[in-house]
């Protein structure tokens, strides 16, 4: 799927800066939309482009966030999906600047933007039927670690690192930090993390299990490229329906679980997917996926 794409309702999803462009033409000059979307060969790109802001999440970021998800997670061109940020920070969590201003108005609470944004992103990042990879391009905080919790890899750059930061400004956790910390690192360590609020460096964060790769800064793109690359390419259907698998057994006993599995086996058993991998394996050949 190349080329622009639009919303269902008609406006322009996919405005993105070319790398050729330069400040002097304006009609080149850096997009001031506040995500940037690019779908081409199946892998859709959603980057956060607040960098003044260090990709802090103000209202119309989460909106834009909220509908591009659901569009690039419903789109079966799309076979694998990257969250990464631009400038230094993949993101800080809620803009404090907004926040502080809703503080004035009686009628704006925080439980407002956790349901009306924090959770959809949350739950269309951990759901979707196909894998998902947060490029983590240097800090992320608050929501914005909790964002890349939520996803399936999290590759990060030497200068990258993760901090729940809620406690620092006497808040709760939220977009799932209490559901996938404790899963990634146990509870004991993630209510230390969560409970006094640090920067665990990229490379501390690997040692936990937070990250699942770290590479040196000018080789993230590529690195995450090639890995998308590897998803994109791979059964897409199985990939979402281990997904489901994993989520649905976390809260689950084991015959429930096992009942799941069930279900799942079947519709990737009945898939043209299966189908090809059997044939391939039989005929000693590379498979080749349509994902379905």
């Known amino acids: ?94 803009d404090l600047k907004e926040h502080v201003r809703s503080l004035s108005d009686p009628s704006s609470t925080l439980a407002t933007t956790v349901t009306d944004h924090y959770n959809p992103i949350v739950i269309a990042l951990s759901t979707m039927n196909k894998p998902v990879v947060a490029a983590l391009n240097g800090v992320a905080a608050g929501a914005g670690m909790s964002f890349a919790l939520a996803c399936d890899f999290r590759v990060a750059s030497e200068q990258a690192g993760l901090n729940t930061s809620f406690a620092g400004i006497a808040l709760s956790c939220d977009s799932g930090a209490s ?35 770290v590479v040196p800064d000018d080789e993230l793109e590529a690195a995450v490229t090639e890995l998308a690359r590897q998803l994109a390419d791979g059964p897409t259907l199985a990939y979402g329906s281990i997904r489901r698998a994993v989520a649905y057994s976390a809260g689950a006993d084991l015959p429930d679980a096992l009942a799941n599995e069930a279900e799942l086996m079947a519709l990737t058993g009945g898939s043209s997917d299966h189908r090809a991998a059997v044939d391939a394996f039989l005929a000693k050949e590379k498979p080749s996926y349509t994902g379905s």
């Open 179 to 213: 559901w996938t910390l404790p899963r990634l690192i146990g509870p004991a360590r993630a209510k230390e993390l969560l409970l006094m609020p640090r920067t665990v460096s990229a490379q501390e964060a690997l040692a936990l299990g937070l990250v699942t790769k």
């Open 1 to 94: 799927m190349t080329g622009r794409s639009r919303f269902r309702n008609g406006t322009d999803w996919d405005r993105v800066t070319p790398m050729t462009q330069t400040p002097d033409s304006p009609s080149t000059a850096p997009s001031t939309e506040p995500l940037l979307v690019e779908v081409a060969d199946g892998i859709a790109w959603l980057r956060l482009n607040r960098p003044e802001a260090m990709n802090s999440l103000d209202n119309a970021l989460k909106d834009a966030l909220v509908a591009a998800l659901h569009e690039v997670g419903g789109d079966p061109a799309v076979r694998c999906v990257v969250l990464t940020g631009t400038g230094r920070a993949f993101c800080v969590g809620q």
